[in-house]
């Protein structure tokens, strides 16, 4: 009785086995279709996180070299899959790396136009483009043309990376519509080519339907399942162990980006100041002052008159009555915004936490500079002391997709420059002591620019 116990097992379990081995077999010998990606997120000097999505299960594999047509080193995941994520690990800083992606036979995609190239070393000066995109998934003309724009600005120069600054698919962040409106727009250009560095905003957590209070307490949102964000400073700076809120850095650059909309311990939001989220934000920020530059992005803007108002909205009110003050004290020198379906842009600015009409240019604003240095008149660059390194420049720039609406008050008193009209991003070059933001509109204008340059450092030198 026994024996024939111990052979019905081992015959079941063989039986289970085979069969597990013909599904796989069977999984391999279906054609595999890409249908996402490639994208690169969690770059750092020395790697980076290759990930797409297949419309059936399969095994993941990425070829990669320095040398076009020599891929010579392979990093693969036996597991079957439709989401693949592939870390490439031990690479050369700012170095240019060609790949290719695929199955462990099959390769589904890998041409002259699937590079990247690694960030460069912590702390390194050097020349650097981020492109800031806010408002931009919504599948309209305005998105490709400025998308079309962007690319021609850097023309036959790389971006070092990109960022989001919220709204990244409309209206609900469902799945489909991050597909169709976000990552079909970019597939062939930025997201193979360019590192990804998102933050969400209200329409990435179902805002337009009844489930948003629970995405905003769980973060269970097609947002935190399509991106993957460095929580453990693989990417410099301080571990936030959650995907919300993280930051990176690049070269001399350090970014910080929040959520401004989510809840933290299902309780706390942005404008909590002592919610983990803030305690975080004092904790980075206070061990990444050695930095040349320091840029915070988040989706809720703390002024602006566009198509949101920001005298009455409560989260917009909360965080410049109480969150500002923390980014101020700590010499944030840029803080990138969208929500608003327009761009504004204040001078290099301090203090300001009340309502639009108490704004005061002679209190408030720390240089009359309109900061262009273009040229025109009072357009010398902002300056910085690095001794007190005091003021900030605020821009919206949610004008990347979605499009148009003013306030009966627009602009608001605290911007320099606002336009409502036109479409477009915000490209950031830096190097050295030196920032240049330009916005890049879908009609190929730059409207507005601006420059700051950071003195240095007075030396005492012993008689």
């Not at 301090?350 to 900061?371: E, I, Q, R, V």
């Amino acid at each position: 009785m026994i024996k024939k116990s111990i052979l019905l097992f081992f015959s079941c379990a063989m039986t289970l086995m085979l069969s597990a081995q013909e599904n796989q077999k069977g999984a391999e010998s279906e054609p595999v279709r890409l249908i996402r990606g490639p994208y690169l997120q969690v770059a750092s000097s020395t790697g980076i996180l290759i990930r797409w999505r297949t419309d059936v299960s399969s095994r993941s594999k990425v070829k990669y070299g320095t040398t076009l047509g020599k891929l010579d080193q392979t990093t693969e995941d036996l597991a079957l899959l439709t989401e693949h994520k592939i870390q490439l690990k031990g690479l050369l800083p700012a170095t240019k790396y060609y790949y290719a992606i695929g199955g462990l036979k099959d390769t589904l995609q890998g041409n002259q136009d699937n590079y990247f190239v690694t960030l460069p070393e912590p702390g390194k000066i050097g020349r650097y483009r981020i492109a800031a995109l806010g408002d931009c998934g919504d599948n309209s003309i305005n998105q490709r043309r400025v998308k079309e724009q962007v690319l021609k600005y850097i023309g036959k120069n790389d971006l070092t990376a990109w960022i989001l600054l919220g709204d990244n698919a409309y209206s609900d962040g469902t799945d489909s519509e991050f597909q169709s409106k976000f990552f079909n727009i970019y597939k062939d250009d930025l997201l193979k080519k360019y590192p990804l560095f998102p933050a969400p905003g209200n329409h990435d957590y179902h805002d337009t339907d009844l489930s948003s209070k629970r995405a905003q307490e769980t973060h269970e949102t097609a947002y935190y399942q399509n991106f993957s964000m460095p929580v453990n400073g693989e990417s410099g700076g301080t571990p936030s162990h959650t995907q919300a809120f993280y930051s990176f850095d690049i070269g001399n650059i350090h970014f910080i980006s929040l959520d401004s909309y989510g809840k933290e311990d299902q309780t706390y939001r942005l404008y909590d100041t002592l919610g983990p989220q803030v305690n975080w934000i004092k904790k980075d920020l206070a061990e990444n002052k050695n930095k040349g530059w320091v840029i915070a992005f988040w989706h809720h803007p703390p002024y602006t008159m566009g198509s949101h108002n920001s005298d009455q909205e409560e989260e917009l009110v909360k965080i410049r009555e109480n969150f500002i003050r923390i980014i101020e004290r700590e010499g944030v020198d840029l803080v990138l915004n969208g929500h608003s379906h327009d761009y504004e842009r204040s001078r290099m600015m301090k203090g300001h936490y009340g309502p639009a009409n108490t704004f005061d240019a002679k209190k408030h604003n720390l240089s009359t500079s309109s900061g262009r240095n273009d040229g025109s008149k009072d357009s010398a660059p902002y300056q910085k002391d690095p001794a007190h390194n005091q003021g900030t420049v605020y821009v919206v720039s949610g004008s990347a997709g979605k499009l148009g609406g003013k306030q009966l008050t627009y602009p608001h008193h605290a911007m320099y420059f606002s336009d409502a009209e036109h479409g477009g991003a915000s490209v950031l070059e830096v190097e050295g002591n030196r920032l240049d933001l330009k916005w890049v509109c879908a009609d190929g204008e730059i409207r507005d620019q601006f420059t700051i340059v950071k003195k240095a450092a007075k030396v005492h030198v012993p008689k």
